[in-house]
């Protein structure tokens, strides 16, 4: 049998990052986390592009044009959608994943899901913080893996 592994090896790699202002702190946060790893990882950081929009729900449309466009790799999402400071956590939290996970399925391109979905502030601070373990960075690892994997079971 034979292991296919996606090695965690970013060099030549092109990254987009799409990030919502709501929760800006926290998305911030994620940013930063995503693109120390992804520089850790032998991203250059040129190659990183990042583009912000309103909210979560906004993140699935931009995340798709980037995966579209041919310019990278892959593409991570970030971002915050917070129980507490809304009726519409359920629709915008769901849209927002589906609509991630879509835009991957759609074009092929690995695309990301670092939405945080959690009850309070204080939870998504938790997950985006450095000393605590950021989420960015678990993104960028993933990132990276999908692409390295994708290309090996493309070879065979
Ligand atoms: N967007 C978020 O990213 N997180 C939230 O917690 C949130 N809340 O609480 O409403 C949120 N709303 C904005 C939404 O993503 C869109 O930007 C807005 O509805 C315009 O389409």
Redesign the pocket.
């Known amino acids: 049998m034979k292991t296919l592994e996606g090695p965690l090896n970013g060099a030549g790699l092109r990254i987009g990052l799409v990030a919502?202002r709501?929760?800006d702190f926290v998305s911030s946060s994620l940013v930063a986390g995503t693109r120390n790893r992804l520089v850790a990882l032998g991203v250059t950081d040129d190659d990183v592009d990042l583009a912000w929009v309103?909210?979560?729900?906004?993140v699935p449309l931009a995340a798709r044009a980037m995966a579209e466009s041919g310019r990278y790799d892959a593409v991570v999402c970030l971002?915050?959608?917070?129980r507490g400071?809304?009726a519409?956590?359920d629709y915008?939290a769901g849209e927002a994943a589906a609509g991630i996970m879509r835009a991957g399925y759609d074009t092929g391109v690995p695309v990301v899901f670092g939405v945080l979905t959690t009850d309070t502030v204080e939870q998504a601070m938790e997950r985006a913080d450095e000393e605590r373990g950021n989420k960015g960075a678990d993104c960028a690892d993933a990132a990276v893996e999908m692409v390295r994997l994708l290309a090996a079971i493309r070879v065979g």
């Open positions: 919502g709501f929760n309103a909210g979560a729900f906004e971002g915050s959608v917070i400071e809304t519409h956590f915008v």
